[in-house]
């Protein structure tokens, strides 16, 4: 059976239980999903059926009118895409933000809190911060969180949507200095706004690998 047969008999139950399909996929397969859908809809697929393959078809497919600041930002991004667009400050990453983690996570696993036993037991031979707390730090990392100095000051507010992928290639000990690097993928327009893909490496001094990579996704709107 053809996947556009199949998708065209499971319609109507979709239809029934309407979900938003698209918040599952990443951007990138997102466009080739909403590009399909496009062309279904011109070979005679019913409005139903489109809802009922993306949950609000109509509004993702409908035409985007972009807003003159975000027209603007986005062109200046298109232009950097793939570059270096930011490298953060240097942030100590001690012992006492990993047990003020651990606290607020209750993780207290000893190779965060117990510097004596991991001195003995750990291959690293010190304690080392949460890995979910590395990724805490992103924001702040990327300088998103200084009302004085915004990142993208023409958006009126800017939004964490989620992260397409992370992982930790190596763990960040207490009392190491870490910062991010970061590169902007996509820029895609969105109702009321632009939604934003970056890869943000977590730079921990005087270490090959990276204590942190991540797939990071804002939304502007404006």
Known sequence: MKVVDFLKQK?????????ELKDWLSPSIRDYWIEFLNK?????WSK????????????ETATIEIHPEAAKL?????????????????LTVDQDKINQFAAVTEDHQWIHTDPERAAVESPFKTTI?????????????????????QKFPTAKMTVNYGLNQVRFPYPVK?????????????????????????????EIEGCRRPGCVAESVVRLYF
Do not use: C, Y
């Open 74 to 90: 986005m062109e200046e991004l298109n232009a950097s895409l793939g570059e270096e667009t930011h490298v953060g400050e240097w």
């Open 40 to 44: 279904a809809h011109v070979s005679g």
């Open 174 to 202: 207490a009392g190491n200095r870490v910062r991010a690097r970061t590169k902007i993928q996509s820029v895609s327009p969105i109702k009321r706004g632009l939604e934003i893909v970056q890869e943000i490496s977590v």
């Open 11 to 19: 319609s109507e139950i979709l239809a029934k239980h309407p979900f």
């Open 48 to 59: 139903a059926e489109s809802i009922a393959l993306n949950g609000d078809a109509v509004q």
């Open 129 to 149: 911060a949460h890995g979910f707390l590395t990724l805490s730090l992103l924001s702040v990392l990327t300088d998103s969180v200084d009302p004085e100095n």
